[in-house]
């Protein structure tokens, strides 16, 4: 059988790091991206050998045309095709915001991360992949239960339930894109999101973690890696007619299922 083939954006940390860990250990080759280039190529000599797979890191910022477009170019032109992608992000650098904290700017900014770098990978595979692509779009349950110092993220991040939709119906022979709104997970960036809200709030983050972040949670604890990288090989894997489908992954920590 042929060598299957992997893209991760935002992967050299956290969700996307998982996710790239999770499709090294189904045999497929890899192109990683992030804006870090030391970090990445950490990342992508970890995976190479603990998976024993080719990892090609490929440093750039999601929120710049050019670097999209250039991620997935090399990436095509190092493996070849890509048969699963998963489209992870960073957050807005000035997050967490509320509404009448945030500038013209966090808007823009939000805007190309999340909606037009997704738009131009859809586009640029539909055009040059060779094969169909299992796409996940990672988002957050924030989307479905709103978390007001995240408004600028998850307003934007609502318009990707869109884009899933309208990709998995209009180029189904392309693309099986596949929208994930993920609960917590202990990442970096949702530790520094925490420090954030904390020091605004006069808290200790550890404190606040176990009560927003941990305690809003029915279970109690926020989402294992280990339980992250089952899902994503799960979906990857998943029946073909999961295309455009909405997973909510937060262990009911949303009060309603859908956004
Ligand atoms: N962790 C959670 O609980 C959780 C829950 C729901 C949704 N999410 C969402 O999942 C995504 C990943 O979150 P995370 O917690 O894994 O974050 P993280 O720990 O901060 O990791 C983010 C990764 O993306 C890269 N990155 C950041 N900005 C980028 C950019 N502009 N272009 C390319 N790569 C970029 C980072 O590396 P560089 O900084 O070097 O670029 C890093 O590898 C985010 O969109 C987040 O909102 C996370």
Not at 64 to 88: C, P
Not at 144 to 165: H, K, N, Q
Request: hydrophobic letters at 45%; aromatic letters at 6%.
């Amino acid at each position: 059988m042929e060598q299957c083939k992997g893209l991760v954006t935002g992967a050299s940390m956290g969700v996307g790091f998982a996710a790239s860990k999770a499709i090294a250990s189904m045999g497929c080759d890899l192109a990683i991206n992030a804006r870090g280039a030391e970090k990445l190529s950490e990342a992508a000599r970890l995976i190479a050998g603990e998976y024993g797979v080719n990892v090609t890191p490929i440093p750039g910022d999601l929120r710049v045309k050019r670097d999209v477009l250039n991620v997935v170019f090399e990436a095509l032109k190092h493996l070849g095709r890509v048969d699963y992608a998963v489209l992870s992000y960073g957050n807005p650098s000035r997050e967490p915001l509320k509404l009448h904290e945030a500038k013209w700017e966090d808007w823009m900014e939000a805007a190309s991360l999340y909606i037009a770098s997704t738009a131009s990978i859809f586009k640029a595979l539909i055009e040059r992949n060779s094969s169909k692509a299992t796409v996940i779009v990672v988002s957050s349950f924030t989307v479905a239960e709103p978390m007001p110092p995240l408004i600028v993220a998850d307003t934007l991040r609502a318009g990707l339930s869109r884009l899933v939709r309208v990709a998995a119906r209009e180029y189904p022979e392309k693309l099986r894109p596949i929208l994930l709104l993920l609960g917590s997970f202990d990442t970096p960036g949702a530790r520094r999101t925490i420090e954030k809200i904390a020091k605004q709030k006069g808290e200790e983050p550890e404190e606040l973690w176990k009560k927003e972040v941990e305690g809003i949670s029915p279970l109690k604890r926020t989402g294992t890696m280990e339980e992250l990288s089952n899902l994503i090989k799960t979906l990857l894997k998943s029946p073909e007619y999961l295309a455009g489908a909405t997973i909510l992954f937060d262990g009911a920590t949303s009060r309603i299922a859908w956004p």
